[in-house]
């Protein structure tokens, strides 16, 4: 790993001038899932790279895998980075790297200014030491002196809010102390690059508030950010760009709302054809005798025609086909829609909880039909499941995990939903 100061950078002039803080050069690197093996291969690396005689080798050996396989990207002075892919596709181990706490196998990281990382907050600290003792400590290997910790000191105990507890050893610290010690003593460094690894949720809602606050002044001071996060919400709403990583590779980057499109489709989405029928028949099993039977599932729009994919803030019908071979008094629609994006979207939707009683059916067959005004829904793919019931607890019949797609006119990442809505402007005569 590379790393380089400003002052020191020399050479043509405009390229001093240059807002790229953060070069990611075709960066590799393997482990090995075998213990003894991992073992023996690091006594073998160190010992070759004491004398002299360790080279860069792409050829995995036997049990080693890619953790980061030829990952390259810039980051951006001022700008926010997001960091997306499932777990075990590579992002801690690029941000270890990139914090120069691991060497990369191939290729270069270069960074320009200092890097603080908020990796396992409070991992780093002596649990023997105190808290003012692990402050200097944790400071210093992030780059500062001890004049410069000296003037930080006060500001990092006031905002990590332990009180007395600063003299007391780490180890009677709660993990939200260390927590809360650890992220006010790394973001206080001031540094040009910060490395945020799903640390956000540290403390009380307060505290949490408080830390997007400080994160947001660095924003303002040109601070660079890379977050990695699992909540697509908090990364559309932090960050203009992103990196999607899978396996080790890097699959897409650039707009953070067209990379987290992409990731919601590869991971939540096996078989996009099954979101785009325009009816779902359903074909039931010749063992079931039912009263009532749900023969198909369709949308239609205003005008009354059968689409394939509803449209957000549109007005939409959901229409439930059956079939009645006996009369029922008393019939209940129930509706759960959830999210396909791992965001935990819910929705429920019920005539008995709406205190609506649909008419008694006779013999033939019906279609039940939901009118929405305005479909709230954000863009999006989501599973839904259909009951028909007699009351809140006898079944008729029932659908499970109808999927459909939401489309969007606009762009609708940033929101938990749709909120329908009329600008006015009034003029205030007096």
């Known amino acids: 790993m590379t790393i380089i100061n400003e002052q020191e950078i020399v050479g043509n002039p405009q390229e001093n001038e240059s807002d790229i803080v953060l070069s990611v050069n075709g960066v590799s690197k393997k482990f090995c899932r075998h213990l003894k093996r991992s073992l023996f291969y690091g006594v073998q690396d160190i010992t070759s790279e004491l004398l002299g ?46 914090a120069g706490l691991i060497k990369p196998d191939t290729g270069l990281v270069e960074v320009k200014g200092r890097v603080a990382p908020l990796i396992a907050l409070g991992a780093g ?26 003037e930080r000191f006060d500001e990092v105990v006031d905002f990590a809010e332990i009180g007395d507890a600063i003299d007391a050893p780490v180890q009677s610290y709660s993990s939200g102390m260390a927590a809360r010690l650890g992220f006010a003593s790394a973001i206080h460094t001031e540094p040009d690059i910060l490395l945020v690894d799903e640390v956000l949720a540290v403390g009380d809602m307060k505290f949490r508030e408080k830390c997007h606050r400080k994160l947001s002044k660095l924003r303002q001071n040109q601070t660079s950010f890379i977050l990695v996060s699992h909540s697509n919400h908090e990364l559309s709403n932090v960050c203009e760009s992103a990196v999607y990583l899978s396996q080790g590779k890097l699959v897409n980057s650039g707009s953070v709302f067209s990379v987290i499109e992409q990731y919601i489709k590869d991971t939540f989405v096996s078989n996009t054809t099954q979101y785009s029928q325009t009816t779902l028949k359903i074909n039931q099993p010749q063992s079931e005798n039912l009263n009532l039977k749900i023969i198909s599932l369709y949308f239609k729009d205003s005008k009354g025609q059968v689409i394939s994919s509803p449209l957000t803030g549109e007005e939409i019908n959901f229409c ?38 649909l008419q008694i059916l006779i013999p033939g067959e019906y279609e039940i039909r939901l009118e929405l005004p305005c479909l709230v829904l954000n863009p999006g793919y989501y599973a839904m499941d259909i009951y028909v019931k007699e009351d809140s607890l006898y079944t008729h019949d029932l659908v499970d995990s109808f999927r459909f797609q939401v489309n969007g006119k606009i762009d609708l990442n940033q929101n938990l939903f749709y909120q329908p809505r009329i600008w006015t402007v009034i003029e205030n005569k007096s």
């Open 53 to 98: 005689l360790r080279e860069k080798n792409e050829k995995l050996r036997p049990k080693e895998f890619w953790a980061l396989d030829n990952v390259s990207f810039q980051l951006r002075r001022g700008e926010a980075l997001g960091l997306i892919g499932k777990n075990g596709s590579g992002k801690s181990t690029l941000l270890r790297i990139i």
């Open 125 to 150: 600290f002596n649990p023997i030491l105190t808290g003012r003792e692990n402050i200097y400590a944790n400071m210093s290997i992030l780059g500062l002196s001890k004049k410069e910790i000296n």
């Open 320 to 357: 439930v086909k059956c079939e009645v071979k006996e009369k029922i008094e008393n019939v209940n629609l129930y509706i759960v829609i959830t999210s396909e994006s791992g965001n935990n979207i819910r929705l429920n939707i019920s005539s008995f909880h709406d205190q609506y009683k």
